[in-house]
């Protein structure tokens, strides 16, 4: 018989789903193993040690034992539950888009040790900050450099000129800005402000440390979103589940009953 090998290592919850009566198949990633898949026994039953800490988003040190196919948790610790992305609808929203990016561009089993606090620290904000719309356009550009996609933000792609001060054309297939003469009249490309692209290399170029306080207009910041989620919907070959849900959220203007009622069921089929 095989021996049982364990790894003691921290870990974020990126999803989960029921298994079976009691259990539940986590997706989780971790710093030098990458993302994996583990069964954590019982944790449905209110009796269960493991019960509270391994819920989504949640950081947490875990010992895994190798199963035959899956890892089994058999002990969990919460080392930060970041609490409001349980407790904020908008908050958790965001949350949701931001695992589910990574999700989408790592596979199975990579260590990506950068990544991986790239992850933690985004949703540390995401719980803590207000400024939810840069920290996640921050994130996606970092992320995507990190997954080697990174936006081409400073020479056109078509003669390798670099930028200059006026507005330019995005090129979500080619991945990266067009200069006026390259870009008009060139199908499937889109219009892109001085503004914006300016926002957009300085997301890129600079730590959070220096966008923190970064204040936008909404109508630069709506702009960014687009932009920024068309060319990862292009690169993806599919839309982000969790974009359709955090703009519902958003759009909520009043707080009735009912509203709140459909968005929270909503919620409930991405677990
Ligand atoms: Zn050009």
């Known amino acids: 018989m095989a021996r049982t090998r364990t790894i003691r290592t921290e870990t974020i919850v990126l999803r989960h789903q029921v298994f079976g009566e009691a259990d539940r198949l986590l997706t989780m990633l ?6 994996l898949r583990a069964i954590a026994k019982g944790v449905l039953k209110p009796s269960s040690r493991k019960t509270g800490h391994l819920d989504l988003y949640m950081r947490v040190d875990v010992l895994l034992a190798t199963g035959r196919n899956l890892y089994v948790v058999t002990q969990a610790q919460t080392i930060d539950a970041y609490r409001q992305l349980r407790e904020d609808l908008v908050r958790s929203s965001y949350a949701s888009c931001s695992v589910e990016l990574l999700d989408s561009f790592t596979p199975d089993g990579e260590s990506n040790i950068d990544l991986y606090w790239l992850l933690e620290k985004t949703l540390s904000r995401i719980n803590a900050s207000d400024n939810l719309p840069i920290i996640m356009r921050h994130y996606e550009l970092h992320l995507l450099e990190m997954v080697g996609f990174r936006p081409e933000l ?19 297939i080619a991945g990266g800005v067009l200069c006026p003469s390259c870009g008009s009249g060139k199908r ?24 923190q306080n970064l ?28 974009v359709d849900f955090l703009d519902r959220v958003r759009s909520l203007s009043n707080n009735s009953v009912d509203n709140t009622i459909r968005v929270v069921q909503t919620a409930n089929q991405f677990e």
């Not at 971790?30 to 993302?35: E, F, L, V, W």
């Not at 400073?154 to 979500?172: K, R, S, T, V």
């Not at 499937?188 to 890129?204: A, H, T, Y």
Request: with cysteine; glycine share 2%; proline share 5%.
């Open 30 to 35: 971790t710093p030098n193993h990458g993302k």
């Open 154 to 172: 400073e020479f056109c792609l078509g003669n390798n000129e670099p930028i200059q001060p006026e507005d330019q054309y995005f090129d979500a």
């Open 188 to 211: 499937n490309v889109w219009p892109v402000s001085m503004d914006v692209l300016k926002l957009m290399r300085f997301l890129q170029r600079n730590a959070y440390s220096s966008i």
């Open 215 to 242: 204040s936008v207009r909404s109508k630069i910041a709506a702009e960014l979103e687009k932009i920024q989620l068309h060319y990862i919907t292009v690169q993806l070959e599919r839309q982000l589940k969790s």
